[in-house]
């Protein structure tokens, strides 16, 4: 086993009671680039949710491993101190706290693992040379380091606080959740080129999408489609390409049996 590995292996997933994912399996390489696609309601963001511990998705069977660890039952923050990163659809706002005292925070508890609350902090001098770089690399005024973490914020100023935030963790794997959606189209071409800037070969990414755009300065080395719970197909960088010329329809005739499982998740999410 590659010791700088995440790997999913034979996944089963329920929210509520609902069984979602139903025997996933992936692995990916620090350093590569993987694809997450498929029709809303597929299952996407319940895989990158259940990959961070997130206690609303119950693990039912199989297990999650990061560099040969299983952390299938670790709590959410001890998988973020070994390397685990989650940029979110829908960040939440957190009023009164400034995003430069919160990255500080979170830099310190992933950096020494063993620190506890109220202990020392990455000392400030280091930590504001090291934020004002990577600010000065995704093109990013000073000030906005000083407002309160989303609050207030438009859709791509939370995208892009997400990635400076990818940026001073430095992970070793990222799980980037839509990034581009809601976005107009220079908003994701930056976001797309912050992301390959900052993250280039050093992580891991799984980047969750259906949206050609976030791809252009990210190729992938591997393309996963989730269809109805299940990974139907895996390829490479023209899996994507195709999806994005042709859609989902001829996947569904080629998976009559995943495209009913995706009809079934679809209704219980109107319900």
């Known amino acids: 086993m590659n010791p700088e590995t995440l790997s999913v292996i034979d996944l089963h997933v329920s929210v509520e009671g609902k069984p979602i994912l139903k025997g996933v399996q992936l692995t990916i390489r620090r350093g590569e680039i993987h694809a997450l696609m498929g029709p809303n309601g597929s299952g996407k963001t319940t895989l990158g949710l259940a990959i961070m511990g997130h206690p609303r998705y119950e693990v039912t069977q199989g297990r999650i491993e990061l560099d040969g660890e299983d952390i299938t039952h670790l709590a959410p923050h001890e998988r973020a101190r070994r390397g685990l990163f ?32 109220g202990e020392e902090l990455v000392p400030m001098r280091e930590f504001r040379k090291e934020l004002k770089e990577k600010m000065d690399l995704l093109r990013m005024d000073g000030e906005f380091a000083r407002r309160y973490v989303n609050d207030g914020f438009s859709g791509g100023e939370m995208k892009r606080a997400e990635i400076l935030q990818m940026a001073m963790l430095r992970p070793k794997f990222a799980i980037l959740d839509e990034t581009d959606s809601g976005l107009d189209v220079d908003a994701v071409r930056l976001a797309s080129q912050s992301i390959a800037e900052i993250g280039g070969r050093q992580m891991g990414l799984l980047i969750i999408t259906h949206h050609e755009r976030l791809l252009e300065h990210n190729p992938p080395d591997v393309t996963h ?41 679809a209704g219980e999410t109107k319900k």
């Open 86 to 117: 989650m940029a979110f659809q829908r960040p939440v706002a957190i009023p009164g706290v400034r995003l430069a005292d919160f990255l500080r925070h979170a830099v310190s508890n992933v950096r020494n693992p063993a620190r506890k609350e």
């Open 225 to 265: 489609v989730l269809l109805g719970g299940r990974i139907v197909e895996t390829g490479g960088p023209e899996l994507a390409d195709r999806l994005h010329r042709e859609g989902y329809d001829q996947l569904r005739e080629k998976y009559p049996d995943a495209a009913a499982e995706e009809a079934t998740l």
